[in-house]
């Protein structure tokens, strides 16, 4: 019925790639209205009308192809995101910085604090505070270590800090923490 002109497939993805897609439309209300006007149109038989459908099916699809490539963007930056937890995961002992996610995934300290932030709800730092103190409770619980210990085994730079940020993110210091558990 409609073929797209060939400029329009190199415009649009969706037109070039030979899949069917399955997908939940948002905005179902706009689908409907645009396509009730391309009905209209077309029953109607007047001049122009192959130009006035073409273009309102365009239109429609370009807006599907947005919402493609939306998800398609979601979709990496989480799977970033997922790799820089693992790799959090795997060296929070030792000293991490912001540079070092940077250099480790290719990207720009601020860009994957954003991508962080809206994936997990953290920054990378926070992320990193939240694995060292669940390994520091988990070392208070199991095992008769110091807190000194604990901070420098879970790769805090100083003891202070480490109260600190236990504090923050559990509400309790880390020895009323240790009392807590043994009470």
């Not at 095992?143 to 800090?161: H, K, L, N, P």
């Amino acid at each position: 019925m409609f073929e797209p002109a060939g400029d329009d497939k190199q415009v649009l993805p969706i037109l070039s790639e030979n899949r069917a897609y399955k997908l939940k439309i948002d905005n179902t209300a706009y689908f409907k209205q645009r396509m009730s006007l391309l009905l209209h149109h077309w029953l109607q038989k007047g001049p122009y009308v192959e130009a006035s459908c073409s273009s309102i099916l365009m239109e429609m699809l370009s807006v599907i192809n947005h919402e493609l490539d939306q998800r398609e963007t979601k979709g990496k930056k989480t799977r970033m995101v997922k790799d820089i937890e693992n790799y959090i995961s795997a060296h929070y002992q030792h000293p991490l910085k912001l540079q070092d996610l940077s250099a480790y995934s290719g990207r720009t300290p601020n860009y994957i604090t954003c991508a962080f932030k809206e994936v997990t709800g953290f920054t990378p730092i926070e992320y990193l505070h939240v694995v060292r103190v669940s390994v520091a409770k988990d070392l208070m619980l199991e095992q008769s270590m110091s807190v000194r210990e604990i901070s420098e085994r879970t790769g805090f730079c100083d003891q202070a800090y480490f109260n600190r940020v236990f504090k923050k993110i559990t509400g309790y210091s880390p020895t009323d923490f240790l009392h807590r558990k043994s009470g």
